[in-house]
């Protein structure tokens, strides 16, 4: 483990993180976040949708440093009695999976298309690039909003498993575009290269070299992109929440929770909103600082 480590250090994308110190600052805000939600249950000092738990009369107390505040809550509780600090660690766990696994589906999708765009050409590349231009011309934001909203409206009782899987569906189905336009375009370099020409002299199949020769090659962009995609699709997930169409209300995500705040945030209670958007801008920062550096540290021009 630690002959690894060294290695890591010692490689030229070790080196540039650790001669980084923004991109130190940004892994560890990313670490600490992504730490407290996953670990959420056993960090977080309540369970702030336990219903057993929950009092009315902690209702709306500021945090603990202001003169009505209580030590039991650090940063207040909201309208029905939660405490804020562990509705943000719960709800930055929905937060980040459905961003990510929003991504992860984005990347399959757009990386598969865009490899057979750019290897076979053709009328296959024609076909997917003018899917691909469709959906750019429609706001990711409407399209999400439209497909959270009738997946909601087809299933009012749906369990909360399906209800997170139209979501992140409806997240992907704008966000694979970039991911295989860049591919393509990538993979379209890689085809003319001498490697690819022998691989097809020997009698490869095609799908085996786009698989094992050409994939590897074009991933150095993906990566960098679906890093900084990470804190689009919780910001479309917090706004999808906040509009009414996201996470379910029996599991709030940020945005829920901001949307809550948002009807107590003119009457003095300003934490309820405003730690839970802070989370989100945590968040959405820190991985998008990673992405910046992640983008320079591979870009050979840089080297």
Not at 47 to 56: I, K, Q, R, S, Y
Request: hydrophobic share 55%.
């Amino acid at each position: 483990m630690i002959a690894t480590l060294r290695r890591w250090a010692d490689s030229d994308v070790g080196y540039s993180f650790l001669h980084s110190p923004t991109a130190i600052v940004a892994a560890v805000i990313a670490f600490v976040c992504i730490f407290c939600a996953v670990f959420a249950p056993w960090v977080a000092p309540h369970n702030p949708f336990d219903l057993a738990t929950l009092e009315l009369s902690n209702a709306r107390l500021p945090p603990a440093w202001h003169a009505d505040g209580s030590k039991a809550f650090l940063l207040g509780t909201d309208d029905q009695g939660r405490d804020i600090l562990s509705a943000l660690m719960y709800g930055a766990r929905i937060s980040l999976a459905v961003g990510l696994a929003s991504v992860v589906l984005s990347v399959i999708v757009g990386v598969a298309f865009g490899l057979l765009a750019g290897f076979l050409g053709g009328w296959i590349d024609a076909v997917l690039m003018r899917l691909c231009d469709v959906m750019l011309s429609f706001p990711a934001i409407l399209v999400a909003l439209l497909i959270a909203g009738v997946g909601r409206a087809l299933f009012p009782n749906a369990h909360e498993t399906l209800a997170f899987g139209v979501l992140i569906i409806s997240i992907s189905l704008t966000g694979w575009v970039q991911y295989a336009r860049t591919v393509r375009g990538s993979t379209l370099v890689e085809r003319s290269k001498e490697y690819v020409q022998a691989a097809r002299v020997t009698g490869v199949a095609p799908l085996r070299i786009m698989h094992s020769h050409v994939l590897p090659n074009v991933m150095g962009p993906v990566l960098v992109l679906a890093t900084i995609q990470v804190a689009t699709a919780i910001i479309t997930e917090a706004t999808l929440s906040f509009l009414g169409v996201g996470a379910p209300p029996t599991s709030p995500s940020l945005g829920t929770l901001i949307r809550v705040g948002n009807d107590y945030l003119f009457s003095g209670e300003w934490w309820i909103t405003i730690f839970p958007g802070a989370m989100l801008v945590l968040i959405a920062l820190s991985v998008n600082l990673l992405g910046d550096w992640l983008r320079d540290a591979l870009n050979p021009r840089l080297q």
